[in-house]
């Protein structure tokens, strides 16, 4: 079978968009999902040699420069535009994005498109690595923790030329797997935004499936193997056999080679996924509890309470002159919070329903997903809309621009968009939603469970350490918050 590059699909231009009338309805599906393909517009896009270069070129010139105005610009991460797109618009918008479009931004996301690159250029091509397959998820969450200890040790955040070492270091990362190993390995078994957003992914609005029945007829496999309109699944996807929006990036490789036009992209309700899994993957349910831990450190760290903490630490168990030991002893314990949690209320539903610690952490451990989600946007509304002014000034500064921080200094500005109180409504609403939807995805997962003898009491247990995490998030978030930057 030939496949070809996505560079060279865009240099083709007799790509035939697709017809959205001629599209195949799945006989099995009695009441359909709305496709959005049937619309001509976005079949049309989809369908485009255009997509999704048309973003990821542009996207990743942009992030060039913004690598060079972290090691050039100014050092004050409030005027330095590499920091404040970085660490409060992006960081904070990626997970409203995830939530919305699925991981659409790893479609456009200018490391994978940098391994496109590579991979077409000097790429070797062999197989991802079995140990990086079986351990994908631990991999992950590994890295995951080890670069938040590392932003919070070094305080990247505040210091734009930390921040573009971390910025190369990826970049280096993304340019060995792209030369070494076949399509985006990198993206599906280590990095961690893509954990993050395999993570987040599961309870997103969006999902792409195919119709198993036009598939089941099928003898190309074209949407895996690729063909001279688009390569083959670059995160390793079948689409027939798909059952998750985890590892879709919606870039629309199989939109564009399915030869019967059996792929569907439709809306669906929020968590809608996590509800109709009938066999939980501990792993998945490791890489959801440890990053629930993650986004609890990162509230807790920007309160004087932390603060607090660090300081009868240092005074009374650590006696060090070293802050990195300090936070690293406050570290371990804060993000294991949601584990312990966890692993509690799976023995105690194992007493109840008989079965192992193992199978109620992998069913509980999903629950935490909507949660974790909602408590991250809520962490970032904080961020977007108490900090908003600090992109627009640090833009006009980058312009050359006269504005209210080169006269001020920057110092004790109010940068925010809303008044803090219209924020902190903004954020126990997030949460509300958050708790609804992990309760009802606990309730759906309990009672949708065949070998669970007592749903009700799984649920029950379930539902205790849900509220815990939530009731621990409330106290956090009513507390006064630092500024990022």
């Known amino acids: 079978m030939t496949t070809t590059s996505h560079h060279e699909v865009l240099l083709d231009p007799r790509i035939p968009v697709r017809d ?49 105005d972290l090691f050039a610009g100014p050092r004050d991460a409030d005027m330095n535009l590499g920091s404040a797109v970085m660490w409060i618009l992006w960081w904070s918008a990626l997970p409203i994005v995830l939530l919305l479009f699925g991981r659409v931004w790893c479609a456009v996301c200018p490391f994978g498109y940098l391994n496109d690159l590579v991979q077409k250029m000097v790429g070797r091509r062999h197989r991802a690595p079995a140990f990086l397959k079986r351990n994908a998820m631990w991999i992950m969450l590994g890295v995951f923790l080890v670069v938040t200890w590392f932003e919070h040790v070094t305080g990247i955040v505040e210091a734009p030329r930390a921040s573009g070492i971390m910025l190369l270091l990826f970049a280096a990362a993304t340019v060995a797997f792209g030369a070494l190993y076949e399509r985006r390995t990198w993206c599906r078994y280590v990095c961690p935004v893509g954990g ?56 629309a490789d199989c939109v564009k080679t399915c030869p019967s036009n059996a792929i569907r992209i439709s809306p669906r309700m929020p968590t809608s996924e996590l509800w109709t899994t009938l066999k939980p993957r501990f792993p998945v349910a490791g890489l959801a509890v440890g990053i629930m831990g993650i986004v609890l450190l990162e509230n807790a760290t920007m309160l004087p309470i932390w603060d607090d903490v660090m300081n009868v630490l240092h005074a009374d168990v650590t006696t060090t002159a070293n802050t990195a030991v300090d936070f690293s002893v406050a570290y371990l314990p804060t993000v294991a919070i949601p584990a312990v949690l966890v692993l509690l209320a799976a023995l105690l539903a194992g007493a109840i329903n008989g079965r192992t610690a193992k199978q109620n952490f992998s069913q509980f451990g999903y629950t935490m997903i909507p949660l974790c989600l909602g408590v991250h946007i809520a962490h970032a509304c904080f961020h977007l809309l108490g900090e908003g002014k600090a992109l627009w000034f640090s833009l006009l500064h980058a312009l050359g621009m006269a504005h209210p921080m080169s006269t001020a200094g920057g110092m004790d500005m109010n940068m925010g968009l809303v008044p803090p109180d219209a924020i902190k409504t903004v954020q126990y609403t997030l949460i509300a939603l958050a708790t609804a939807g992990a309760l009802y995805t606990a309730y759906r997962m309990a009672h949708g469970n065949r070998a669970d003898p007592r749903p009700g009491a799984t649920f029950a247990v379930n539902a205790v350490a849900i509220m815990l995490l939530v009731a621990l998030n409330c106290i956090l978030f009513a507390m006064p918050m630092a500024m990022e930057m």
Not at 24 to 42: C, I, K, S, W, Y
Not at 243 to 249: I, L, N, R
Request: hydrophobic share 35%; proline share 10%.
């Open 20 to 68: 959205p009338n001629h599209r195949q309805p799945d006989p099995d599906d009695e009441f359909p999902p709305p496709d959005l393909l049937a619309n001509r517009g976005v079949n049309r896009l989809l369908n485009s040699r255009w997509w999704p270069a048309a973003l990821q070129i542009p996207i990743l010139l942009f992030f060039v420069y913004l690598v060079y």
């Open 196 to 251: 993050l957003s395999s993570n987040y992914a599961r309870a997103g609005m969006l999902e792409l499936r195919a119709h198993r029945s036009t598939c089941s007829s099928c003898q190309t496999k074209a949407c895996f193997r690729g063909t001279a309109q688009a390569p083959g699944c670059p995160m390793f996807e079948f689409p027939r056999a798909m059952d998750t929006s985890a590892e879709c990036t919606l870039c």
